[in-house]
């Protein structure tokens, strides 16, 4: 064929052609793609947040590796100037070793030096690109890719390398782009080529697809830009304190990272470093991530931090990985109901040149990478209505693809928010971040730094109220101004004391009349006190407001006042008639807001204070209303302002569930009103007074001043629950010191004190300081101990005389089980233990260390340890326990009688693990067993490490319940009890300690050279484990190569990939005496590249065959499926038949195919299952995927009778049947087919549909089904045939089933 001057121009020299991708890049890539196994793709993916129908797609391409390459490189995970995503991935995901080959190749081919790497731009046009390769490798025919090789001039040899690659399309796209034929602004070449082969049609359908690519790329690079153009106002205009309006500071330089907090799968919280660390903790929970705090915590300046580092793509921030964020302050989204109205309104210009068409098509584009952040739900004027698009997004039932992140008040998360939602909790400044930020955003002067902090250090309870940075932020910003800050003692206090500020400053600036009528309206703010307090109570809160109905409340001076001051903030929002054009429908209007939300609680709480004593029912409905921890502030400030209304309040809130802390917190605003706060102090100390781990400092500090008040007063106080908060005692003082610096004095009225100190041991030490605390404790008549283990005896020269002459009760535990004999010094048991002691992972800290405190005073024997021994103190001689709890160890004459020891363990017991167990053993004189549950020894250790005492005490040692396997303390190995059987099987049935058993059989038989004919490995692989050789099941545990073993079968389910083949054959060569291999139930790969294939197993002649038929075999030396029969003309492949028999056909179909051997049909009875739209497979009803095969000539497919097929199933189908190339007819039969107005179009093949209800049969033509005599069938008939079917088929299963999901 005679190349047309554009074809030269494309396929010039090998310098032209190559202009996209440098060579070295291309080399890297298809390196890469040989090192990728399916296991490191999901991990990948999942570690850079693909969207699930990608990952689908990677799990199910026939080419996962080369595909996972050229969507990393879309998305810019690798690229010629830097890998470092993909390196960070890699080591994220524990695959050292795969990182320094990675790290290796980019030194060879791209010459990267680790370090200065250039980070490239973020290409907005490159996913959108790799959509298109993709779509264009669906394209792409084999013979039209032999005749696009013949004009590009592709020499030979690469010219087979596509023809014999598992996905030739694919490799022949990414050839096209390293040789420069597509490019991202241009495929000319290939469509001049395809149009020199006449394909019109196919260079059609490529532009097409190639056009549609350059709008979304053009489309999304202008959503972005509008959208960073709108977040930068966002951010860039942050105002520290509301009345410096002079000077505005970007969002970077003022933020000082908070204490931030993630909850565990436990529930515990945990203490991250740093934000940036969210995406990775949440890494494999829902997409949803929740970040709560109290009122002033930072939240929303934390989230506008993320949206800062997103527009500016700070580098190491996770958060400019995403490509679109979506940033929408829910206070703004009343009345609003879909996400693409608010992102119109909110966040794209008047001008906008997107289309609200292209806003929904790019929200929904599963590829694209997109974090929505939802700020301030508690603010959220529609949290209370059922079904809003935030809630439907919350609760995945929309836009389930993209991340979500929520800031909240930690009294108000959503429902919608299930257990897998990430959680994270801000906890505040401390003093390094409060120093942090005045240097930072106030003063960089040293001297005045330190004046402001020592200003307040001073005064305790301005600290802790200035743990709230929001309270910080306005302290530093004040007290810069102010040389003496005023000296406050409450929260109320405080915040008086700011607007008092505010409105000095303003007032500073005038004089005469002027100043009089500005303290006239700092005096008078009824109708702001009213405005506030509705808009809080109301049904659905309302923090907006039009800017003329706010005027026409107030008047224009008084709203300029408090415009000026910043207590009152104003914003310009879009108002936009909906289903009218952009161009006419915008108008914009002015809202009105508060500062901040705690402003307007304060004005709502003046509001309250003034009418709770004399309107008992706005009081009442205010109750009713409005929870106290959803607003706590209003009912803080309102006890502060009116005294008189505290009393009432206090008794409101007691009533609530965990009601104390909070009454505790109102008590203390009443700054001057002793004798009410005496009140409610007693009522308070009448139950038991909780300092949690959880409060906050202030909340501890507030609770130890009542205590203190309560003491002075002569006020008996029932108990103090420190839980979780005792750190250390001051010994000279003795006082109590907390884990947040708090200091508890000793509280003479104090009659019981209670510490939960969760997973420790008591030392003496400390046992002896809280004793000196409760010796000043004159009326303190208990001490008890929660979760923690005391020292079994203690000198009664060092115990206080006073808790003797009191009679003070010591009790261990909250059970009472074990006491401490002050008189004595020594730990008693009340109880007698039962015969089995057992220490498991299910107990609480304070079971655990009751059971263990009673084993150290009682007798018992026999001893169970569940998963708990982690080391062994040779100091101590004692075990150390996952929770950080000791048992005991070398004990005194008589105090030790545990007989046996059961261990259970999960997993390999190393050899340094396994003598530490046997030092406890020799510690505990009386053991003479001990038993190890569910875990695997070393099959031999040396008998130097092995004490002799134990030998002489003629301890046993036996490996699993059953005791089949026992270790032999004399000879230091593992010996079988019982013989193996011919054929011995690990099934993932087994429990974990059968598994165990079984495997320690193995490994004696394999260590004494005792033959094993056949080892059956059923359902229960996981991985090969490269590093140690060992195959690794999925209960974790670990079977390393068996060399006696002659025959290995493997029974799994489902399509085995390239990668698990070569684990299983990876297993096998460390097995020396194998000879055989079979598979059995699963499907193979139709080939492997010989290269990956060991040589010494075929030097070593081992069989594989992959059915139990042998119809099958895989063929070492050529790296290929063989088929021993021919097929019939007709195959069927039926519901009825056995998992093996579906796999041993699907082989044989995939045999012929790659052989280009004619496939005359196919027929699916009964065992279809589903169809991916992607249509490379189908899935039958064992779960085993048919692939698409390239020589098939007809299909027949009959679901389930009376199935309704869906319309991604039918797009499925048809899309399979597109692959199938040579496809003449496609019969689908006995089911209801979705209606389409137009039906894709099969060029070369005939579509037939029998629904069998006696209807007649469909023939697709142009789209649409046409019966026999050529009619069309229209809507109208299709709904009465669905009628029709679904009265036909009523009696069947899938009918049944139907109705019983509407009913």
Known sequence: MADSPSTHEA?????????????????????????????????????????????????????????????????????????SPLLGALEDTGHH????????????????????????????????????????????REQTIQNLGAIFDYPRALMDEIRNAKNSALLM?????????????????????????????????????????????????????????????????????????????????????????????????????????????????SRIQVIEGDPGYGKSTLALQLVYDWCNEVSDSPFCKPDILIFLNLRQLGGITSIIDAIEQFLLPRDSSVKRLDVEHLLNDRDIRILVIFDAYDEYPDQHIGDTFVTQILEEKMLRHVDVLLTTRSSCIPPACGSRTGRFRLTGFDEGAREQYVRKAVTGDDEEVQRILEQLNTNPILRDICQAPLFSVMYAHVAHEEEEFHNVRSVTGFFEYMIDCFHSHAQNKVSGGKRKQLQMFADNHHALDKLAFDSLTGANQQLLWDKKVVIKKFGAEFYGLYTDIGILVEEEVINRSRGAKRAQSIQYRTEVHFYHKLFCEWFAACHLAKRVTSFQALFRNFCKRVNPYDLQFVYRFACGINPAAAKRIINLVQKKPDGDKFAVLCALEQEENTEDVLSTVRDLVLRDVYIRENDTRLLQRTTVQLLELASQKEV????????????????????????????????????????????????????????????????????????CVLPLSIPTELIDDSLITRDVKVSCCPDNNVLLNLRSGKLESKTNLPGEVRIQNSDTAASLASKIMQLMVASADHATVTEYIVTFDDTTSSMILKLGISPPGASPPGASSVKKLEVTESGHISEDRFVQVLACVKALEDINEVVFHGCILPVSISTERIDHSLITRNVKVSCCADNKVEFNLRSGKLKNNTELPDDVCIRSSDTEAEQASTIMQLMVASADKIPVTCLTLGGCIEEFDVTTSNMVLTSGLSLPGVSSVMKLKVTESGNMSEDQCLQVLAFVKECRDMNKVSFDGCVLPVSIPTERIDHSLITRNVKVSCCPDNNVLFNLRSGKLESTPELPDNVWIRSSDTVAEQASTIMQLMVASADKNPITEVSLVRSFSSAGSDGLSLVLNSGLCLPWLSSLQKLWIGPEWGREVTVDEWTGILNYAKHSQLLKRLWIADCLLPWLDNNPNLANTRVVWDPECYDGIYTLQSGRWQDRAGQVLTREAYDHLVTKFREWYRDFDWQTQRRAKRE
């Not at 490191?40 to 990677?58: C, H, K, M, R, S």
């Not at 056009?211 to 930068?232: Q, S, V």
Request: net charge neutral.
């Open 11 to 83: 396929t010039g020299s090998e310098g032209q052609q190559r202009k996209s991708t440098p060579p070295a890049f291309w080399r890297f890539k298809i390196a890469l793609s040989t090192i990728l196994t399916i296991k490191v793709i999901l991990e990948l993916a999942v570690t850079f947040g693909y969207p699930n129908a990608l990952v689908d797609e990677l799990q199910g391409a026939s080419d996962s590796a080369l595909l996972m390459v050229m969507v990393m490189e879309g998305r810019g995970q690798i690229h010629p100037t830097d890998i």
């Open 97 to 140: 070793g795969i990182a320094t080959d990675v790290r290796a190749w980019s030194l060879e081919y791209l010459d990267i030096i680790p370090g200065n790497e250039q980070k490239p731009k973020k290409s907005l046009e490159l996913s959108s690109f790799g959509r298109f390769k993709i779509a264009l490798s669906t394209a792409l």
């Open 173 to 285: 796209t990414m050839h096209m782009e390293e040789r420069g034929q597509i490019q991202p602004a241009d495929i000319s070449p290939l469509l001049t080529a395809l149009k020199d082969l006449r394909l019109h049609g196919v260079a059609s359908d490529v532009e097409g697809q190639f056009n549609e690519h350059l709008r979304i790329t053009g489309k999304m690079a202008a959503f972005i830009e509008e959208l960073k153009e709108t977040c930068h106002t966002l951010y860039d205009k942050i105002q520290p304190i509301p009345y410096i309006k002079e000077k505005l500071y970007s969002v970077d330089k003022v933020f000082i990272e908070v204490g931030i907090e993630y909850c565990d799968s436990r529930g515990s919280w945990k203490t991250l470093s740093s934000y940036r660390g969210i995406f990775s903790v949440a890494k494999g929970t």
């Open 716 to 787: 008996p106080i029932k108990c103090i629950d420190l839980d979780r908060t005792f750190e250390t005692v001051d010994k000279e003082l003795k006082n109590i010191v907390l884990k947040s610096g708090v200091v508890l004095r000793p509280i003479v009225s104090l009659q019981s004190l209670n510490i939960r100190m969760e997973t420790a041991t008591v030392s003496g030490q400390d046992l002896i300081g809280i004793f000196g605390f409760v010796g000043q404790c004159s009326n303190l008549m208990r001490l008890s101990f929660d979760g």
